[in-house]
Every structure is written in C-alpha cells, then in structure tokens.
T-cell receptor, first 113, second 112 residues
Framework: GEDVEQSLFLSVREGDSSVINCTYT??????LYWYKQEPGAGLQLLTY?????DMKQDQRLTVLLNKKDKHLSLRIADTQTGDSAIYFC?????????????FGTGTRLQVTL | NAGVTQTPKFQVLKTGQSMTLQCAQD?????MSWYRQDPGMGLRLIHY???????DQGEVPNGYNVSRSTTEDFPLRLLSAAPSQTSVYFC???????????FGDGTRLSIL
C-alpha cells in the first residue's frame, strides 16, 4: 500500500531557505503535491509535479523529485513569517483515481525572527 | 466562484446522534472526496466519488455513509456518532487526472 512520511517539525530564521522533505513508498505514483495549511484553515495547493519531472520551480518554491529514492522536497527561498504553517506532501498512485490522495502527516514550519 | 463549500463549520454532537456534513462545489468537478484530519496523522480518506451515482470506500469508511445524487453535492452522514469521530473533516473536489484537489475550509466536529 501507499505510505508517505514527513518529519514533523522544522524551524528556520526569516530570510533563510526552508527545505521540507517527504518520502513515499508507491513506485507507481503519478502526481505528487504540496499543500499548505494555516491554523484553522483548509488546505491550499502550493504546487505539484508529475512523476516524469525532476524539478519544478514557481517563484520562491522549488520542488525536487528523486524518483529512484522516492524522495520529494519543497524548498522555500527567502522564508517569511507568513510561511509559518503545516505543509503536507501527498501522492496519487497510478492505480488510484483522481479522488484518492495519500497524505503525509504534515511538517510544521516555524519561522523565527 | 465559491469553490468547495462545507457546512457547518463547527458542530458538537452527543454520542449516538446522527448528522450530515454538507459539501458542495460549483466547478463542475466529477471527482469528490471526504477526508478526516487528526493530530499527527495527516489526512485520511473516508469515502470518494468519481461521478454522480458512483461512490467508493477509502481508508477509514466505518461509521460513515455517502451518496452522490448530483455532480455538485457530496454529503457525508454519521449515522450514530461516536467520540472516535471527533475530528476535522475536509471535502475536496477535482476535475480529474493530473488536476489538483481543491479543499473546503473544513468542519470541526466534536462528539461528547
């Protein structure tokens, strides 16, 4: 079955880069997503990558995918206090439908001054 | 364009009561899902639907029922609430393959 793992907590200083890591087990994963959740709110899609890509960049966000090691990372450049939130990695398996995503436990990012 | 709308935002129930969590989307998405979020466990899929009239079970379906009579609506029913169902519930929808899921703001449910 699918399993997605993330570290629970990351603390960075404002202005530094943040790197949030995720590992997954299903080699048939087709799409991998990063969502952001602020306190008391729903999940906001940040970015996603198709499994045949190695990297995707979108302004301050860079996603790196190492398919061999089943490792996904999200880099946030010039981290700001507004980036403090929980970040979820999610994957959609080849055998799954678009309705079925498997989520990691989430990484809480704390940005300090 | 409202996106995915969930009601109510908060609810407190007593053990054994029943209730329906509402979810509606106005994006004409075929695919809809219900997740629950518990501390330290991420989001877990309860039920999902690939189109009107078609539903299936996710990872944690016990104690919940769903139906999909229209494309827009995907209600989640708790038939006899239990304290273990205290959680935050999220509804999501997507157009389909390769498209990301859009989430509602969640329903915070407490069962006493």
């Amino acid at each position: 079955g699918e399993d997605v793992e993330q570290s629970l907590f990351l603390s960075v200083r404002e202005g530094d880069s943040s790197v949030i890591n995720c590992t997954y087990t299903d080699s048939s994963s087709t799409y991998l997503y990063w969502y952001k959740q602020e306190p008391g709110a729903g999940l906001q899609l940040l970015t996603y990558i198709f499994s045949n890509m190695d990297m995707k960049q979108d302004q301050r966000l860079t996603v790196l995918l190492n398919k061999k090691d089943k490792h996904l990372s999200l880099r946030i450049a010039d981290t700001q206090t507004g980036d403090s939130a929980i970040y979820f990695c999610a994957e959609r398996a080849l055998t799954g439908t678009a309705s079925k995503l498997t989520f990691g436990t989430g990484t809480r990012l704390q940005v300090t001054l | 364009n409202a996106g995915v709308t969930q009601t109510p935002k908060f609810q407190v129930l007593k053990t054994g009561q029943s209730m329906t969590l509402q979810c509606a989307q106005d994006m004409n998405h075929e695919y809809m899902s219900w997740y629950r979020q518990d501390p330290g466990m991420g989001l877990r899929l309860i039920h999902y639907s690939v189109g009107a009239g078609i539903t299936d079970q996710g990872e944690v379906p016990n104690g919940y029922n769903v139906s999909r009579s229209t494309t827009e609506d995907f209600p989640l029913r708790l038939l006899s609430a239990a304290p273990s169902q205290t959680s935050v519930y999220f509804c999501a929808s997507t157009r389909g393959a390769g498209q990301p899921q859009h989430f509602g703001d969640g329903t915070r449910l407490s069962i006493l």
